[in-house]
């Protein structure tokens, strides 16, 4: 079946300037993650849905950070005025409820800020 | 907050060798912990995971142990083959009904080498 999408694959963008993010998650998946991968680092939580519950925004870095998510499905990332240091890849991970652990992840989106 | 360390950082191996990477873990409350593979260019695939009622867990080449008094947790590929290098990345995760995050460790890149 079909897995998590992402889009755009690569985007690159000037400093200053906002960049969306997209998440399509497995269907049926209620709880969706989003995270951050640095150059030669590990994953980094950033924010979590789960339902039509309020999200989870502990890990988001900045003000500038913002996601939603539309119809308890796809997920939207934006960063806002990018900086050099929100270059990484951005992943996004969905899993059928959140008591069942196993999260499936999405190919992620190749963010460089010029 | 859960910390996990991974070690090695980078592993090379010859093709047809044992590879074992290792992770330790904080938070006595982990009883959750998946192991991902990463190919370049993609994003982390679950290859197994491993509970705290259980010691150890076998899935063809891939097996991981689990020693919950040392708190460290470890990943055993056999008989490794080409298509086996990836980064590989362990995590854990607390109990409870709430508790829904995954804590990364930063990697480990294998090489296998033909």
């Known amino acids: 079946g079909a897995g998590v999408s992402q889009s755009p694959s690569n985007k690159v963008t000037e400093k200053g300037k906002d960049v969306e993010l997209r998440c399509d998650p497995i269907?049926?998946?209620?709880?969706l993650y989003w995270y951050r991968q640095s150059l030669g680092q590990g994953l980094e939580f950033l924010i979590y849905f789960q339902g039509n519950s309020a999200p989870d925004k502990s890990g988001l870095p900045s003000d500038r950070f913002s996601a939603e998510r539309t119809g308890g499905s796809v997920s939207t990332l934006t960063i806002q005025r990018t900086q050099q240091e929100d270059s990484a890849v951005y992943l996004c991970?969905?899993?059928?409820?959140?008591?069942?652990?196993?999260?499936?992840f999405g190919p992620g989106t190749r963010l460089l800020v010029l | 907050g859960e910390n996990v360390e991974q070690h090695p950082s980078t592993l090379s191996v010859q093709e047809g060798d044992s590879a074992v990477i290792k992770c330790t873990y904080s938070d006595s409350a982990s009883n959750y912990f998946p192991w991902y593979k990463q190919e370049l260019g993609k994003g982390p695939q679950l290859i197994i995971d491993?509970?705290?009622?259980?010691g150890e867990k076998k899935d063809q080449r891939i097996a991981v142990t689990l020693n919950k008094t040392a708190k460290h947790f470890s990943l055993h590929i056999t008989e490794t083959q080409p298509e086996d290098s990836a980064v590989y990345f362990c995590?854990?995760?607390?109990?409870?009904?709430?508790?829904?995050?995954?804590?990364f460790g930063k990697g480990t890149k294998l090489s296998v080498i033909p």
């Open positions: 995590a854990a995760k607390p109990e409870g009904a709430g508790s829904y995050q995954l804590t």
């Open positions: 491993i509970r705290s009622n259980v």
């Open positions: 991970a969905s899993s059928l409820v959140p008591q069942r652990e196993t999260q499936y």
């Open positions: 269907s049926g998946h209620t709880a």
